[in-house]
């Protein structure tokens, strides 16, 4: 790898980082700069999983205000994330992806619609979310809600384009909280699932290590800024965003499908 493909990874990783803390699209733009790079499709896969652990650590270490009182939540949580995450990892180094390729785009665009309709689903059911949850006491987990997550922690193993998307969702569902805050609780989430993906990947010898240390420099720095341009957002427009960019990138997938 040239020192200017290293140097267009690294300003990918940056927008991939800063893009996934946000709206939870991060591989909307790491994995086309990894194809761009001339690594072949699985190997962009499994590479782009390997460097977007660092998002994670980045928006962890700027998140800290939204995610106060939410510990009791990750301890919860993130075992579902790491076994799911490792099972999709399983199910991409072992099967192919065909089938699930073309059903990605409808789970995909339906999260997205989701996201924009929430409110008023919400007040429809007499569940209309609070403006804090410091405490995190109000936490109204249910059975098909972790059946989701963990669906879509195995979606994250597998291929993860636009798991972010849809983890706000589910969460939004069952957790009454800001939108700011899911956004935080996702991050760190889709690290855990992340990095059990990736112990898997190394260990196989199927990642490209040279394309995946500088896409992870540039995505540890994104998701560091990350947390403090969603803090700043209403969460009304941040809705909006991570709906509508969710949209755009279903069309994309269904395109690329067919």
Not at 20 to 44: D, F, M, N
Not at 181 to 186: E, H, I, Q, S
């Amino acid at each position: 790898m040239s020192p200017l493909e290293s140097a267009l990874l690294v300003l990918a990783g940056v927008g991939g980082g800063l893009v996934g803390s946000v709206v939870g699209l991060a591989s909307l733009v790491t994995y086309p700069a990894l194809l761009a790079a001339g690594l072949p499709p699985v190997t962009a896969n499994v590479t782009n999983t390997v460097a977007l652990v660092a998002s994670g650590v980045g928006s962890a270490a700027s998140s800290r205000p939204e995610l106060t009182g939410q510990r009791a939540r990750l301890v919860r949580l993130a075992p579902v994330f790491a076994v799911g995450g490792l099972a999709g990892a399983v199910l991409l180094v072992t099967t192919p992806g065909e089938v699930f390729e073309r059903v990605v785009p409808f789970l995909v665009g339906g999260a997205s619609l989701l996201m924009l309709v929430q409110p008023r689903l919400r007040r429809l059911l007499r569940r209309e979310a609070s403006p804090s949850d410091a405490a995190g006491d109000d936490v109204r987990e249910s059975w098909p809600a972790l059946v989701g997550l963990f669906l879509v922690a195995v979606y994250g193993g597998y291929f993860g384009a636009a798991a972010g998307v849809i983890i706000p969702v589910l969460l939004g569902f069952v957790l009454d909280t800001t939108i700011q805050r899911l956004v935080a609780l996702k991050n760190i989430l889709l690290m855990v699932s992340n990095l059990v993906a990736a112990a898997l990947f190394l260990a196989l010898g199927e990642v490209d290590l040279l394309a995946a240390l500088p896409l992870a420099v540039g995505i540890l720095v994104g998701g560091w800024l990350g947390p403090m341009v969603a803090r700043r957002l209403p969460q009304g427009v941040l809705r909006a965003v991570i709906g509508v960019a969710g949209l755009g990138l279903a069309v994309r997938l269904w395109v690329t499908a067919g």
